[in-house]
């Protein structure tokens, strides 16, 4: 239902490694959320990923897609993210963009600046920065094989993705990522 890549995977498979190696820290949903606030609070002074624009390419429905200087993507195929915030910003269609529906088949792509904003996101609804809604994604990691790749996560599962590229696309009747082999 959403892929992200960058900060917030990163962020993510932070929490998940530090779950892995002290799991008696994350008994409860309290414990958690305290701790993806000091992991996120962590890459607000570290920004490991402030460039990943230069990290990424980004296409949708086959047209590359000029990056801002972001920090994360996060693809949606539901209005929810993080347990609940409607990262896309609105329900309503506008000028630019048709209303998002998870029946649709089509895919909201958002850049995310940093955790700040992901953390305000939250709180209130903020202008989100929308880069395109689309039916194909194809995400290409820079890097040559054996660099370090780019975390990645799918509906809260992450992992480190070497350079390579992830393609994201509706498979039959359901939705779901699926590996090109």
């Known amino acids: 239902n959403y892929f992200g890549i960058g900060i917030d995977a990163k962020i993510t498979l932070d929490f998940h490694n530090k779950r892995e190696e002290h799991p008696e820290k994350c008994r409860s949903r309290t414990k958690n959320f305290m701790w993806y606030g000091v992991l996120a609070s962590k890459e607000w002074l570290c920004k490991t990923y402030k460039n990943l624009d230069q990290r990424v390419q980004l296409e949708c429905d086959g047209e ?5 200087s972001l920090q994360g993507i996060v693809v949606l195929n539901i209005p929810s993210f993080m347990g609940g915030t409607n990262f896309w910003g609105g329900t309503k269609e506008d000028d630019c963009f048709l209303a998002p529906s998870f029946d649709d088949r089509i895919l909201e792509v958002v850049a995310v600046f940093g955790s700040a904003q992901m953390a305000a996101s939250r709180i209130i609804n903020l202008q989100h920065h929308r880069i395109a ?4 994604i194809k ?7 054996g660099e370090e790749g780019v975390p990645i996560q799918v509906d809260g599962e992450a992992w480190t993705q070497p350079p390579g590229i992830v393609r994201i696309v509706h498979k039959n009747r359901v939705q779901m990522l699926c590996r090109n082999r």
């Open 139 to 145: 995400i290409t990691i820079l890097g040559e094989a």
């Open 64 to 68: 590359r897609i000029p990056l801002p």
């Open 133 to 136: 809604q689309c039916s194909s």
